[in-house]
């Protein structure tokens, strides 16, 4: 063998040698980074889960919003999971998924229907507990609710439409949607305030599929095909909102009396503007905070209540400044 083929050869087995120990660096490196990743990785105490009713609601975003600050407060890893726009089967097959997960607690809008009644049982069954927050399902094996009593908010509203008019008042509602089993009971609530005053009465009634588009479109309708109503009262949190944009498409020769529900800052600024009358006034933050509270107590074998109430009140253009609430502000 000739000296340049021997220098050749040993070449190429240096250069190999070179290669094979310089990638064994390198994805050693790599190796030793991704493991001390996953040994840095945080660890909770427990994994629970907000199915919201739409990921992007205001209101529901103060639910997280609360929810997700106890929880940190807590050592608690919080998913806030649900889908773009209201849609009861995919929250309730989110619903059997995360029981399929095992997670550690699952907080959840009471749903109407079988189904539902029987995922709460499932859970049971897998020592998963479950809140209902937002709307209730007493009828089901939950642990407990959290949340507004709708029927007293529902009451309230028509308790505010009694004592700040007069003459004959011919009503207009916008649901969020019939499904919901608390906008039933602030229906329900809102029906007997006013049952026994001769001068309201309830014209008609129509949903907004929770969007200010819908109740904008269900707005325009009501008041063109019953020109007589002077007063419409929102139900949902987006409801108020969309009212007001029916109302001025619709440009009727009389302003309407308008109750909203909830305080998110448009219906702020449409109070002060004078284009809604009042708003009857939820704790979202204060429903999630409280959530995680009573579900760690429950985790903790503490006893809990079936039923926990958050504040409940109505808002008035005098309990407003610059924008900002003077006398309905979050308790908590």
């Not at 309230?156 to 008042?169: D, E, F, V, W, Y």
Request: glycine fraction near 8%; include cysteine; charged fraction near 20%.
């Amino acid at each position: 063998m000739s000296r340049l083929k021997k220098y050749f050869i040993y070449g190429c087995s240096l250069s190999m040698f070179l290669i094979s120990f310089l990638l064994m660096i390198y994805y050693g490196k790599e190796t030793f980074y991704l493991e001390g990743q996953l040994n840095n990785k945080k660890v909770y105490d427990y994994h629970f889960v907000l199915i919201t009713e739409e990921v992007g609601n205001d209101y529901w975003r103060l639910i997280e919003s609360g929810a997700r600050e106890q929880a940190l407060a807590n050592n608690v890893y919080l998913e806030y999971i649900g889908p773009e726009q209201a849609d009861l089967k995919e929250r309730l097959n989110t619903f059997d998924r995360m029981i399929a997960a095992n997670v550690d607690g699952i907080f959840i809008q009471g749903l109407p229907g079988n189904r539902f009644t029987y995922l709460v049982e499932k859970a049971k069954d897998q020592s998963i507990p479950v809140a209902t927050i937002d709307a209730d399902a007493p009828e089901s094996a939950r642990n407990f609710y959290v949340g507004t009593d709708n029927y007293q908010a529902g009451y309230l509203a028509g308790k505010t439409l009694i004592k700040h008019t007069s003459g004959t008042i011919n009503i207009g509602i916008i649901v969020g949607s019939m499904e919901s089993l608390n906008q039933q009971l602030r229906l329900k609530g809102l029906k007997e305030a006013i049952a026994s005053v001769k001068r309201i009465k309830i014209i008609s009634i129509d949903e907004s599929t929770i969007s200010e588009i819908g109740a904008a479109q269900a707005t325009y309708a009501l008041l063109k095909n019953n020109p007589e109503i002077n007063a419409l009262f929102g139900l949902s949190a987006l409801d108020g909102i969309g009212i007001v944009q029916g109302v001025e498409e619709m440009n009727p020769s009389n302003y309407p009396f308008i109750v909203a529900f909830d305080t998110l800052p448009e219906t702020i600024s449409l109070i002060e503007k004078d284009k809604i009358f009042a708003t009857v006034v939820q704790y979202p933050n204060q429903m999630g905070r409280q959530a995680i509270e009573l579900m760690l107590n429950l985790k903790n074998n503490q006893a809990v209540d079936a039923f926990n109430y958050t504040n409940t009140g109505v808002l008035l253009k005098s309990d407003i400044t610059n924008g900002g609430i003077l006398a309905k502000g979050d308790p908590n």
